[in-house]
Nanobody, 121 residues
Framework: QAQLVESGGGLVQPGGSLRLSCAAS????????MGWYRQAPGKQRELVAL???????EYADAVEGRSTISIDNVKNTVFLQVNSLKPEDTAVYYC???????????????WGKGTLVTVSP
């Protein structure tokens, strides 16, 4: 079993920046990808950004150009920097990762508990 622990978030003013981090711990043999999703009140959870260990990235249109996702493969940690924040960025941000516990095991998708980001004056 692996666990994802998020940090960062909180109240940010419009135009400001935030940096989220998420560390995978427990039984981690290989990480296929790590990333972030978010869920705003009354809306479905949506992809924000994903990254693979070889630094292949994918961004949602809503954050592309003002976000950077990065990964520390030694510490099994993913970071998300979002700049020029807007009120519509307000959401609970969830860490997501697909992790193998051994060479022959089936990859399992894990979710963090979520961290609230509120963009407001």
């Amino acid at each position: 079993q692996a666990q994802l622990v998020e940090s960062g978030g909180g109240l940010v003013q419009p135009g400001g920046s935030l940096r989220l981090s998420c560390a995978a711990s427990g039984v981690v043999f290989r990480i296929n990808y790590m990333g972030w999703y978010r869920q705003a009140p009354g809306k479905q959870r949506e992809l924000v950004a994903l990254i693979t260990p070889d630094d292949t990235t994918e961004y949602a249109d809503a954050v592309e150009g003002r976000s950077t996702i990065s990964i520390d493969n030694v510490k099994n940690t993913v970071f998300l920097q979002v700049n020029s924040l807007k009120p519509e960025d307000t959401a609970v941000y969830y860490c997501n990762a697909e992790i193998k516990s051994s060479l022959v095991s089936t990859p399992v998708k894990y979710w963090g508990k979520g961290t609230l980001v509120t963009v407001s004056p």
